[in-house]
């Protein structure tokens, strides 16, 4: 599958800020000791393990960042799969900026491959129902956009992006408006008819106090066992979407999905991905 890519003047910044980081206040002062400026190398990054690749957009923009005259070639794209001992991009043009820009390119592409396997190991567990893996907001500060990325290259959705995004109302709004029907009725008084509205429970309870008030189109169903999200998906019957959510690991995901929930979100797959090991080589 191919995906549309974000332009790269949104991603830009996220990468400029990166490399001024990593290249400090006087640039790479190795690099610049023992490599001649004329030199020109081609490099090579690498798999070193089986994973579906993420971050190769933003790995380019960062040579592309440092030197502007580096070709860049994606062998592998992002969403796709690959083997260890693939080579995911080709780099040539001065040694000295393919080193200086190597530490950035390596920590987003592993990062966010790591992510996208992450993901594609949960969809997996969700093959044959109808059930959606989806990323939650528990995502690194300013890596926000491209974790989510990668959550798509991995086969996974998108839950809300900012808290401008949709109407989500969890426990703590529910406790200090005073309850669910008096959250839902503010939601419907107040409201941009424009905006989608989730709402949180904890109880079949609350699950049937959501439905006789209306007003939301999504119902969070948080923490509960298989046996309670069975339940509560058939007190829905279809009537809105159903998400299931809290202490939602792999070894869960496909009882969840045959629950017949229609959503399952997971921050683990931005906060507990592990990083792919991708190396850059002469």
């Known amino acids: 599958m191919s995906f549309a890519t974000v332009p790269d003047l949104i991603l830009e910044p996220m990468v400029r800020n990166a490399l001024m980081e990593d290249l400090g206040s006087y640039g790479d002062v190795t690099t610049r000791a023992v490599i001649p400026a004329e030199t020109t190398y081609a490099a090579r990054i690498n798999a070193r393990e089986d994973a579906v690749v993420s971050g190769m957009q933003v790995a380019a923009l960062a040579f592309r ?3 502007p005259e580096l070709k860049v070639k994606t062998l592998i794209a992002d969403g796709q799969p690959c083997k260890k001992g693939d080579t995911l991009m080709e780099i040539s043009g001065k040694a000295a900026s ?3 820009g190597e530490r ?3 920590n987003y592409a592993g990062r966010l491959t790591g992510i996208a396997t992450m993901t594609a190991s949960f969809v ?3 093959k044959g ?3 959606r893996v989806t990323c939650t907001r528990k ?4 890596m926000r956009l491209v974790e989510k990325l990668a959550v798509l290259h991995g086969g996974g959705h998108n839950h809300r992006y900012s808290l401008s995004d949709a109407i989500l109302i969890k426990d703590n709004h529910i406790a200090a408006a005073g309850g669910v029907r008096q959250v839902l009725e503010a939601t419907k008084a ?3 008819h424009m905006m989608a509205v989730e709402i949180e429970v904890d109880t079949l309870e609350q699950l049937s106090e959501v439905l006789d008030t209306g007003g939301a ?3 969070l169903l948080d923490n509960m066992d298989n046996d309670m999200l069975r339940e509560a998906v058939g007190m829905v019957d279809g009537r809105i979407k159903t998400e299931a959510s809290g202490n939602v690991k792999l070894d869960r995901i496909a009882s969840i999905s045959a629950t017949g929930v229609d959503y399952i979100s997971s921050g683990a797959l931005t906060h507990s991905a592990r990083t792919v090991d991708l190396g850059l080589d002469f």
């Open 139 to 142: 995502t690194t500060p300013n």
């Open 190 to 192: 107040h409201a941009s």
């Open 129 to 131: 129902t109808k059930a």
């Open 104 to 106: 950035v390119a390596l």
């Open 98 to 100: 393919i080193l200086s």
């Open 217 to 219: 189109s999504v119902v």
């Open 124 to 126: 997996a567990e969700t």
């Open 65 to 67: 960042l440092v030197d």
